[in-house]
């Protein structure tokens, strides 16, 4: 059961998702618990975002080496997804030190938003966590936008004791991505568009390739005893997601981004979203 009045209002649901999406009931002992958010999480994040030059990274290979990090933490919002926070505490001079916010699913495994320890980075003085939302139906007429219902009791546990509240990605925001680009799209996509509707003075964009270049090393470490494969094949896996589809992602975000005047994109996010095709080789053509 949980905690009386933790910092997220969480919801109990006797029901569960099966393997192919289905919700299923599931025995008292095994209820589920998701969270819905409340209006007050966008006031704090509009204070947060709203006239601000905000930065965004993602965990794509291509920032190794590329010395962004002093730009990066010379933006006033640092925003990160998932695992990126691990990352900027071994290559900072790449992709900054600071965090403001993270956007994660909040799925404690190696290949999601990795094993989080909020009290660590609560001392980092991130301000605010993001998740996605989902839309569920429930049985007798109950339908909920609201986080994953997989995210488990332990991790809402940890959140309350650190104090954090988790904020949801608009749900208008995600049901619009959804529509256009026929496909769940992932985290950090959603916070791209997120964080757009919340009015930035400009937003600069790091670290997505839509997986065209994998991630930085060690963005998935772990993964190989979780699912018995490398970084790299991981990376492959997540490219070819048919859950995630990346081709559907990349025409969407090459039709708004490039014309959106508060974006600023880095020259490899440039070369992507001119690309003629989507694709690894065309990627790698002319390097």
């Not at 997804?81 to 909040?106: H, K, Q, W």
């Not at 018995?228 to 991981?234: D, K, Q, V």
Request: glycine share 6%; proline share 4%.
């Amino acid at each position: 059961m949980p905690e009386e009045n933790p910092v997220n209002q969480i919801t109990i649901v006797g029901e569960t998702l099966d393997d192919n999406g289905n919700i299923i009931p599931v025995p008292n002992q095994e209820l589920q618990i998701v969270y819905t958010g409340s209006p007050e999480d966008n006031q704090k994040f509009a204070n947060l975002i709203q006239g601000k030059n905000v930065v965004l990274v993602g965990p794509a290979a291509y920032l190794e080496g590329s010395r962004y990090g002093k730009s990066i933490d010379e933006k006033d919002v640092v925003v990160r997804i998932n695992r990126s926070f691990e990352t900027a505490e071994r290559m900072p001079e790449d992709v900054g030190s600071r965090t403001d916010i993270i956007y994660s699913c909040l799925l404690e495994t190696h290949r999601n938003a990795g094993f989080l320890d909020f009290e660590k980075i609560k001392k980092a003085n991130v301000k605010m966590i993001c998740a996605p939302g989902f839309r569920y139906d429930f049985q007798g007429g109950i339908n909920l936008y609201s986080s994953h219902i997989h995210i488990e009791k332990s991790t809402w546990k940890k959140l309350n004791d650190a104090k954090y509240k988790v904020r949801l990605v608009l749900p208008n925001v995600d049901e619009f991505l959804k529509e256009q680009t026929q496909t769940r799209p992932n985290t950090g996509f959603l916070a791209i568009y997120d964080i757009l509707a919340f009015n930035p003075k400009s937003l600069t964009i790091h670290g997505f390739t839509f997986y065209l270049d994998g991630f930085i090393k060690g963005s998935k470490e772990g993964v190989e005893k979780e699912k018995g494969c490398s970084e790299e094949e991981f990376a492959n896996l997540a490219f070819k997601s048919k859950r995630h589809n990346q081709k559907n992602m990349w025409e969407f975000a090459k039709k708004t981004l490039p014309n959106q005047t508060n974006v600023i994109l880095d020259d490899t996010m440039k070369k992507i979203l001119s690309l003629e095709t989507f694709g690894r080789d065309e990627f790698y053509k002319n390097d």
